[in-house]
């Protein structure tokens, strides 16, 4: 039999995980690893020792699902690293408990329903495409206009930074130096 660890994070460091941390112990957590940060960095050294310290049989306890990742594509893929270790989940609002039958169903149909969605994400794209040209567009990104581009460098050449040649021209500031860039690339260092 296994122990539950939990993990709280907050998305800043005016957040407190104090209260994630309260209900987690109640909950059972003896030992709890937290992150302050944003769920949409990847980077979470706390979720990352706690996988480090967890064992086969161990449960991963969390007040809210939310609190493992922003999408549900990034919450089934520590979901599954989670399974495949022999770590269960448990999650204290939405009552989900994987090391039951009913918890690992909703699991699998939470990943269905995401496969589900992909799918018609990639459908749409096609779609959107294939009407698109039907109309006569092209899809992408479109030709940057020339005279603007040499307009560009001319201000450049005659002493008007990057930024504010883009600037005055109507153009993109990557444009401009990725076309500066193209005209005097890179000298190789010795």
């Known amino acids: 039999m296994g122990v539950i660890l939990g993990y709280a994070r907050v998305s800043t460091s005016e957040q407190d995980v104090a209260g994630q941390t309260l209900r987690l112990e109640q ?8 992150d302050t940060g944003s769920g949409r960095a990847m980077d979470r ?4 020792a706690l996988l480090a310290y967890a064992r086969r049989g161990d449960t991963l306890a969390v007040v809210r699902l939310d609190r493992l990742g922003r999408s549900l594509s990034e919450l089934l893929a520590v979901v599954a690293r989670l399974k495949d270790r022999g770590i269960d989940l448990l999650s204290l609002e939405e009552r989900i408990d994987t090391s039951s039958a009913a918890g690992e169903l909703i699991f ?4 269905a329903i995401a496969h589900f969605e992909r799918r018609l994400i990639a459908e749409r794209t096609k779609d959107g495409i ?3 040209r039907a109309r006569g567009k092209r899809p992408g990104r479109q030709p940057v206009d020339a005279e603007k581009i040499a307009a ?3 201000l450049i050449k005659a002493g008007l ?3 504010a040649a883009a600037k005055q ?3 993109g500031r990557s444009t401009v130096y990725r ?3 193209r005209i005097n690339p890179p000298r190789p260092r010795p």
């Open 27 to 34: 909950a059972g957590a003896l030992k709890v690893f937290t």
């Open 152 to 154: 560009a460098l001319t």
């Open 179 to 181: 076309e500066v860039k």
């Open 161 to 163: 930074s990057p930024t």
């Open 169 to 171: 021209l109507g153009l």
């Open 108 to 111: 699998h149909v939470f990943g």
């Open 130 to 132: 294939a009407a698109a």
């Open 45 to 48: 050294p706390g979720l990352e």
